[in-house]
């Protein structure tokens, strides 16, 4: 086995975008991050991490980090035994950097952190358990009222503390600036959609896009006009606005331990290809 790093992102992509591509929707997070990186459109505080673990030629796990967010691991469980993990976890130490936690499907996201725990001062914690859902055709339903619209200048303000109160849901920390940041993004980058019934009701974003597939996030409720289907009109309207756009599929992250969204979203066509699971350092 080799370490390989990169500092050109551009270089990452070429060299490891065919094999993450081999399960593209499953390796969603890391290659929408990679195509942004790529593309210059990424924001983070530091450089990006970028390393592969090789077999001769060939990547068996790729290694991706974009402070102050997590590190990624992408790869197959079944055709990666302890070894490797270990490999890699000791190739992490030997960069001397900070990692605030770990991103990834479960079997290897464990193993990575036992080696981790056993050679460094550091425990872990388990974030979330998470399922990552695939959509190739959005189902019939009924739709409550209301219609979907691209998120404008004057909702700035109003998506800035939806994003913090949604951050602050699933246990993200972030201010109010960074909060109001995302949504000025989201709005330039036409990315941010509403749910409307004659006022704004539900959020949702389209994020990280690949060769084939995009992603929906950041899907939000305020607490008062929740229980009304609102959330599911958005998603279900959004995923097929994307499709018809081009996208071959949509993806999307789900709390395991949020039984409400994970049985919407299957209502609208979303299957379970994969789960993954976030741990934090601590």
């Avoid at 109160?165 to 990315?191: D, P, T």
Wanted: proline share 5%.
């Amino acid at each position: 086995m080799k370490w390989h790093i990169y500092n050109d992102p551009r270089q990452f992509l070429e060299q490891v975008g065919a094999f993450l591509e081999r399960h593209e929707a499953e390796n969603s997070l890391a290659l929408g991050i990679l195509h942004s990186l790529a593309e210059g459109k990424r924001r983070m505080e530091g450089e990006p991490v970028m390393a592969a673990v090789k077999e001769g030629d060939e990547p068996i796990l790729i290694v991706l980090m974009t402070p102050p967010k997590g590190l990624i691991l992408a790869g197959k469980p079944p055709k990666l035994g302890k070894e490797a993990l270990l490999f890699a976890a000791n190739s992490v130490m030997a960069m001397n950097i900070s990692v605030p936690g770990v991103i990834g499907d479960p079997v290897l996201a464990a193993e990575f952190i036992r080696a981790w725990e056993r050679n460094t001062q550091c425990s872990s914690e388990v974030v979330m358990n998470q399922r990552i859902y695939r959509l190739d055709r959005v189902l019939d339903m009924d739709y409550s009222p209301g219609q979907l619209r691209v998120a404008t200048a004057e909702d700035i303000h109003l998506t800035a503390e939806w994003l913090y109160q949604f951050a602050k849901e699933v246990g993200e920390l972030i201010s109010h600036e960074q909060a109001l940041a995302k949504a000025r993004n989201g709005v330039e980058e036409r990315s941010l959609y509403l749910w409307e019934d004659k006022k704004a009701v539900s959020m949702a974003m389209m994020a990280r896009p690949t060769a084939s597939g995009v992603t929906i996030n950041m899907v939000y409720t305020p607490a008062e006009f929740r229980g009304k289907g609102y959330a599911t009109s958005c998603v279900a309207s959004l995923s097929q606005l994307l499709l018809d756009r081009g996208y071959r599929f949509c993806t999307l992250y789900t709390d395991l331990a949020n039984n409400t969204s994970n049985k919407i979203y299957q209502t609208i066509g979303y299957k379970p290809i994969q789960d993954s699971i976030l741990y934090r350092f601590i």
